[in-house]
């Protein structure tokens, strides 16, 4: 798994790969250097899957999907209609609306999703979104979370549709019960793991 960083926001969007295929997470704002990184890898992307769909998670999906497509664009039900809305999306508020095109596929709480030898779990985590989704690698001990949980921090819970007790649930419910040794990787900001976040996040205690 790789991490590229991208747009003014500095959203992490992931890379994964099993042999030569592989999913991009999420697609930011400016997605050159992640479309130069899966091809310097000489990966085959397979879907584009989205954390969610705030603008900062989905600004490249257009671009991404032209590059690479077709690609289906996978993401939580219950913000279908988000990427097409900069409202619902938080673009318009920015003065810059975006859409993206898709979505393709809908995931949801269980679903198992293969790529290559690898499986991989859908959690719902809602809270900063309402369609926040985390994927879980057990064999491997990762969970990608975007904007649930971060290195010592929560995820926003001020914008519209965000809800604090939601996002505490997710967290506690669904992201505390997973292995300590898990390591984390959020759409923001550093790497963490369970364990850790479980000590010492002052906002969401176990
Ligand atoms: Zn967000
Ligand atoms: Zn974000």
């Given at each position: 798994?790789?991490?590229?960083?991208?747009?003014?926001?500095?959203?992490?969007?992931?890379?994964?790969?099993?042999?030569?295929?592989?999913?991009?997470?999420?697609?930011?704002?400016?997605?050159?250097?992640?479309?130069e990184?899966?091809?310097?890898?000489?990966?085959?992307?397979?879907?584009?899957?989205?954390?969610?769909?705030?603008?900062?998670?989905?600004?490249?999906?257009?671009?991404?999907?032209?590059?690479?497509?077709?690609?289906?664009?996978?993401?939580?039900?219950?913000?279908?209609?988000?990427?097409?809305?900069?409202?619902?999306?938080?673009?318009?508020?920015?003065?810059?609306?975006?859409?993206?095109?898709?979505?393709?596929?809908?995931?949801?709480?269980?679903?198992?999703?293969?790529?290559?030898?690898?499986?991989w779990?859908?959690?719902?985590?809602?809270?900063?979104?309402?369609?926040?989704?985390s994927?879980?690698?057990?064999?491997?001990?990762?969970?990608?979370?975007?904007?649930?949980?971060?290195?010592g921090?929560?995820?926003?819970?001020?914008?519209?549709?965000?809800?604090?007790?939601?996002?505490?649930?997710?967290?506690?419910?669904?992201?505390?019960?997973?292995?300590?040794?898990?390591?984390?990787?959020?759409?923001?900001?550093?790497?963490?793991?369970?364990?850790?976040?479980?000590?010492?996040?002052?906002?969401?205690?176990?």
């Amino acid at each position: 798994m790789e991490t590229v960083t991208l747009g003014p926001f500095e959203t992490n969007c992931y890379i994964v790969a099993d042999g030569d295929r592989c999913w991009i997470i999420d697609a930011s704002f400016e997605p050159e250097a992640l479309i130069e990184r899966v091809r310097d890898l000489g990966l085959k992307p397979e879907a584009l899957i989205l954390t969610h769909a705030h603008v900062d998670h989905i600004a490249g999906v257009d671009e991404v999907v032209r590059t690479f497509g077709p690609l289906p664009v996978v993401m939580h039900a219950d913000e279908r209609e988000w990427l097409a809305n900069p409202m619902l999306n938080l673009s318009a508020a920015m003065g810059l609306p975006v859409t993206a095109c898709g979505p393709d596929r809908f995931i949801a709480e269980g679903d198992r999703l293969t790529l290559g030898g690898q499986t991989w779990k859908v959690l719902h985590t809602p809270g900063h979104s309402p369609g926040g989704v985390s994927l879980v690698n057990s064999e491997a001990g990762i969970a990608l979370v975007g904007d649930t949980l971060f290195a010592g921090s929560i995820g926003r819970t001020d914008f519209p549709g965000s809800d604090f007790e939601s996002l505490a649930h997710s967290i506690r419910a669904k992201l505390y019960t997973l292995p300590d040794d898990t390591r984390v990787y959020p759409g923001h900001g550093p790497p963490t793991t369970i364990g850790r976040e479980k000590r010492t996040n002052p906002f969401v205690l176990p």
